[in-house]
């Protein structure tokens, strides 16, 4: 029985019992940002890259004018519907930086932001169209909120502007065992690389960091908190322990 007993509980601690580093996505002690920017960094608008899509509306007193340039209705509210159809409806930044727009032709926008954009889509309209008004806006401002979140997922973002806290409380804000200490961003840079930080809610320096503020394409990933994994494994170890007690009162009774 001795030896019974002695097997059940190795066999726990080998499959049972989890630790924080067995589940935590990107491991590096050096991904910790605390680095303050100053203000004005921060509050840089966002340059547009290859893959982005854009909503180009044209209004003007010519409806069957501007309406060339005007993928979807231009009365249906720039076109929001569901992700899928704004995709569609829009016009996608190719791999060399540029769009293509009806007799126009090819505009250069990489690298531009959209008031840029808009600014540049007007002038080469204005040859075309007498009073016409261009609106600008970034329909493909994505993220992904994984980990300790209550509603985990993608969201899409209608604002050319969204921090950290607000792409949280988008996925239903943290779960009581997330380690508000160790939240990963994880960011594609313009030259292709990925960029991974890890950051501090608890820290109120967080809203001088460069990283406070999302961008399209970002991964926030929250880890579990090491605490709740004890508990979890305490659980474990109850109910294995109340089989082992269970199992030897049988052994002995029926000896």
Partial sequence: MRNIVYFLLLLLCVSSCMSKKELVYLQN???KENVPTDFQTRLTAYKLQSNDVLSIKVLSVDPDMSNLFNITNPNNA???SDPGT???SGYAIDNEGFINLPTVG???VEGLTTSQ???LVQRNLDRYITDATV???LISFRISVIGEVRNPGHFYIYNERANLLEGLSMAGDLTQSADRENVKIIRQKKDGQTEIVLLDLKDPNLVQSQYYYLMPNDVVYVEPLGT???RDNLIVWNAVLGVISTGALLYNLFK
Avoid: A, C, D, I
């Fill in 106 to 108: 090819k505009l250069k």
């Fill in 117 to 119: 954009t808009q600014e």
């Fill in 29 to 31: 002690s050096n991904l």
């Fill in 135 to 137: 609106v600008v806006k």
């Fill in 228 to 230: 709740q994994l004890k």
């Fill in 78 to 80: 720039f076109g929001m």
């Fill in 86 to 88: 704004m995709y569609l």
